[in-house]
């Protein structure tokens, strides 16, 4: 914000033009930061010691396309009881993460449907459509900004001389909030999806839906997931599918018994 108003009293007419592409960049530098810079320094790290599973986690993401270069352990048990593992990095720094909260409870084939949903998450892409959609977002809200503080009569309700002015921070953030609220019902709706996606890359990896659904049902149990949440909350809340609905379509998709 303080970037934003040197430039907007710098280039009060044509500010939008600089500051478009560089939030852009920004999601962007911060996506590829994150799993190399920020992760160390909320989390320690530790190779997974168990070779056997640290080997079929590494054939496994090779099937899947998305060679890994490392298996490692997160002490997440230091905050939380919740259970995940998740894909982080690009190219060398590419790997897998497993929480030790998993590990000390789920069984190996459990770590392995849940790494595999992880990957499936890389190998459809979402990771970089995921952060492309979020570029885009930060385009779309400089310039509904800059169009809104072009308004004479905005600034002056908001007591602000010019767009470089600190007193439109407060309606700059309430401009990105209301923003974000109104996509939010899409986002989560496109969020779902994926993580249908890569629910069904899971169960195809491991060809194990029977185990998949045991999967699910126990990290419900672990990370007290909402199991039959209301439509609203569903819609606006609901990055992932109801645990019930997973379980069904990974019921659905194993075969009949004779």
Do not use: C
Not at 175 to 182: E, K, M, R, S
Request: proline fraction near 6%; charged fraction near 20%.
């Amino acid at each position: 914000l303080v970037g934003f108003l040197a430039l907007a009293d710098a280039m009060p007419d044509a500010w939008v033009w600089v500051a478009a592409p560089l939030a852009a960049a920004v999601v962007f530098v911060l996506s590829f930061l994150a799993p190399v810079v920020f992760e160390p320094l909320f989390n320690r790290f530790r190779p997974l010691e168990d070779e056997s599973l640290t080997e079929s986690l590494r054939a496994l993401s090779r099937e899947a396309g998305v060679p890994v270069r490392d298996v490692l352990v997160a002490d997440a048990s230091r905050r939380t009881t919740k259970e995940n593992a998740y894909v982080s990095g690009l190219g060398a720094t590419r790997r897998v993460v497993v929480y030790d909260t998993l590990l000390s409870r789920g069984s190996p084939q459990e770590v392995r449907l849940v790494v595999a949903h992880e990957l499936g998450h890389r190998r459809d892409g979402h990771v970089l459509k995921g952060t492309l959609t979020a570029a885009l977002g930060a385009v779309v809200v400089a310039f509904l900004v800059f169009g809104l503080l072009r308004s004479h009569a905005l600034l002056d309700a908001i007591g602000a001389s010019g767009p470089g002015d600190p007193a439109v921070v407060p309606f700059v953030l309430l401009v990105a909030a209301a923003a974000g609220a109104l996509s939010d019902p899409l986002g989560m709706a496109v969020s779902r999806r994926w993580e249908r996606a890569a629910d069904r890359t899971s169960i195809e990896l491991t060809g194990d839906p029977t185990g998949f659904a045991e999967m699910e049902r126990n990290l419900s149990i672990a990370n007290l997931s909402e199991l039959a949440p209301s439509r609203l909350a569903y819609a606006l809340t609901f990055s992932h599918p109801a645990p019930a609905e997973r379980i069904a379509a990974a019921r659905a998709a194993a075969p009949a018994r004779t």
